[in-house]
């Protein structure tokens, strides 16, 4: 195993040439390093690349890391190594992860309301119900691409309605 400055940030270590050569389940145990050892095998076998995203315990945390591994070849087209280029994604992971517990908050409130509550396009196409209005109309189908003036009115209308909010929004 060789790295570079910003590896051994993360890694914790001032002098990366006590590492070099150093097998990777030694850096990362027999579980994790076991998984990274496979993928390079894996790699310098079929020659192709690979892309990975991995939680990975270091020194000073976890963190998450996407990884791109390549086989290095010489002009002989013989594999003389594996390359692993990885990124810093953690707080893109904890972005994404802030964002689903939003979007499961903001779902948990519409679909809970007592209200009915639809999303509608500005075609006027109804996309989304919530329990309350499919509750209220139970014929409404948001996959059937219906628009809202034909579901939402009896008898069904064949255009807009007049002073429609949709519209003025």
Known sequence: LSTNRVA????GWDDE???LGRPITDIFGDAQGGIFLQ???DIARSKK?????DHVALPGGA?????????VENPDGRVEGVEI???????????????RESEDKYRSLVENSNLGIALISPDMTILAANRTLRE???HLDPASADHCFEQFN???RKESCTGCPVLQT
Do not use: C, G, M
Request: without cysteine.
């Open 8 to 11: 051994n940030q993360h890694l």
């Open 17 to 19: 040439s006590v590492h």
């Open 39 to 41: 993928r390079i095998q």
């Open 49 to 53: 690349t690979a892309s990975f995203e």
């Open 63 to 71: 963190k998450w890391f996407q990884s791109t591994y390549t086989a």
């Open 85 to 99: 280029v990885s990124q810093d994604i953690t707080e893109h992971r904890q972005n994404l992860e802030a964002l």
């Open 136 to 138: 209220e109309f139970p």
């Open 154 to 156: 009896t008898p069904p």
